[in-house]
């Protein structure tokens, strides 16, 4: 049997999770609707965020018609791997950096032949972080089309509430920059 303890971080787990999904269910929402009208797709390559956008992505129902898949490049390698980064990329600038976010990005579109795609890395603790990239930097990459943007973040929240804040941010910006594209 669980501790009570354990039962009650479950549900408030659950909760908190729920109460997330309904403060970004409109911008989900938003999104589809660009999308769809368009006919266009978007992918996703995700390192701090662990899978959670595409999650918020995919609740959506009818996600199908314009989410067409994403990746969890936690480690350095996978974002080699699966997405084409170049290790260069990585050295030189590192793999919580404005380059290697692009990168992710263009990769996810590339790979999963999206028309758009969104990327996030940072460190979101308690581990981690470096003098010129502390724990709460994040950068997110967004592809729209043949257009590149990159948006650095520095939260000082927890780990659980500093990867809804990036979900929320990463799904902002993109409405923004698909809604004034030339």
């Known amino acids: 049997s669980f501790p009570l303890f354990a039962l009650r971080s479950k549900r408030t787990y659950k909760y908190r999770e729920r109460d997330r999904m309904t403060t970004l269910q409109p911008l989900v929402v938003q999104i589809a ?4 009208a368009r006919q266009e797709t978007i992918a996703t390559a ?6 959670r956008l595409a999650s918020y992505l995919t609740a959506q129902a009818g996600a199908s018609n314009w989410y067409a898949s994403g990746a969890i490049t936690y480690s350095e390698e996978q974002k080699v791997e699966l997405l084409g980064v170049a290790p260069s990329l990585i050295a030189q600038y590192g793999v919580v950096s404005r380059e290697v976010a692009l990168a992710m990005a263009r990769g996810a579109q590339k790979r999963f032949g999206a028309n758009h795609a969104l990327a996030t890395t940072g460190f979101a603790g308690p581990l981690g972080g470096t003098p010129a990239s502390p724990i709460g930097t994040v950068w997110i990459g967004i592809a729209l089309g043949s257009q590149l943007y990159a948006h650095k973040l ?19 910006l993109f409405i923004h920059h698909h809604t004034t594209k030339k």
């Open 33 to 36: 609707r660009l999308l769809l």
């Open 46 to 51: 995700e390192s701090c965020t662990g899978g």
């Open 154 to 172: 520095r939260i000082q929240k927890g780990r659980e509430a500093l990867i809804a804040e990036v979900c929320r941010e990463a799904l902002q």
